[in-house]
């Protein structure tokens, strides 16, 4: 099992924190794409590691060409030496028409021509392939030998897909290299009675198997030494929840347990700008509905038997103190010694 951590911050701060993790023994590094730029901090994560895996959890495809991603994400492969993995999201139709000025239609069959299109781009380049795609919303029919940078001595980077609907799904089993569950609202429950089955729709439709995708690890999970931790870690999904629960394109999730209503609650709230009251409308009972919990010491056993769809998950717990540091590094061994099937049970 993969363990993975995440940066964010100015481009300043980046190199360090990249070292940081890579000295700590994390194996994939992951950036949001929030406040900055996420092609830029990879970049500057590439320049200054050697070992760590890449990836960008997620940059947001639409405001960009896939061309502009294409070079973009060719460019740090073989800066980092073959490390690479881009994570692309969609974001939903507010923020692509009112964030980024851009413009809007149905996600998820513009996000699977959007991979195919940088796929045919990158096969131009590495295999000397025609520039030949046609879709509906991208055409890639020109490339010329000024605007080629030519093959690299590394694999084709890997394209992860950012998936909460089915119809995205879908399109990941079908043409990703990678599914990331959106972290911020995204349950057990609904990974494997939602997500999961229309993952396999896709593989199914694209004649690919379970071998040919990989799968981060999701799914709202407190963690702690005790009872008293473990409640703060719960905690610490009001924020998430308020923010992802208060949009309508999320509650189908909710609804899936019966909290629709608080959905709506929050959708209200948000539309007033009250933004602490909405996480104060928020129960343990809601959270506990969602989430599931976990003791530091269970961890690696609760990955081998929860979370046996998945390539790699995330891990974080204190390391102000030598003995936190050493039995920080002893459970995230334990974690990384993990072997799963990655493929999800019944499926």
């Known amino acids: 099992m993969k363990l993975g951590t995440g940066i964010a911050g100015w481009l300043d701060t980046i190199g360090e924190q990249a070292q940081k993790a890579e000295a700590n023994g994390y194996d994939v590094l992951s950036c949001p794409e929030t406040t900055h730029d996420s092609i830029l901090t990879m970049a500057m994560a590439a320049s200054q590691t050697t070992q760590i895996e890449l990836l960008t959890s997620v ?112 399109v990941a089993g079908e043409v990703a290299d990678g599914i990331l569950p959106h972290g911020g609202i995204m349950t057990d429950k609904y990974m494997r009675e939602v997500l999961l089955p229309n993952v396999k729709i896709g593989l199914d439709r694209s004649g690919r198997t379970w071998d040919d995708i990989e799968i981060a690890s999701s799914g709202y999970l407190a963690l702690g030494d005790n009872d008293e931790e473990i409640s703060k870690s719960l905690d610490q999904y009001r924020q998430p929840l308020s923010f992802y629960g208060s949009t309508r394109s999320y509650h189908h999730v909710l609804r899936l347990h019966g909290l629709e209503d608080l959905g709506m609650r929050l959708h209200k709230l948000s539309l007033d700008g009250r933004w602490q009251e909405m996480q104060d409308i928020i129960t343990e009972e809601d959270l506990l509905t969602l989430a599931e919990t976990c003791t530091y010491e269970d961890y690696p056993q609760f990955v081998a038997d929860k979370r046996e769809y998945a390539s790699q998950t995330g891990f974080m717990m204190k390391t102000e103190t030598d003995e936190q540091k050493a039995r920080a590094k002893q459970l995230m061994a334990a974690v990384q010694a993990v072997s799963t099937p990655g493929v999800p049970r019944g499926l």
């Open 59 to 170: 940059t947001i495809a639409f405001p960009r060409s896939p061309m502009v991603l294409a070079m973009q994400a060719w460019d740090i492969q073989r800066l980092s030496k073959g490390r690479f993995s881009i994570g692309l999201g969609s974001q939903v139709k507010g923020h692509n028409e009112r964030r980024f000025g851009g413009t809007w239609s149905a996600a998820a069959p513009r996000m699977k021509e959007y991979i195919q299109m940088m796929k045919a781009v990158w096969s131009s380049w590495q295999d000397d392939a025609p520039a030949d795609f046609i879709g509906k919303e991208y055409r890639y029919t020109l490339m010329t030998p000024t605007f080629n940078p030519g093959p690299i001595e590394f694999p084709k980077p890997k394209i992860f897909l950012a998936v909460v609907g089915p119809a995205m799904a879908r």
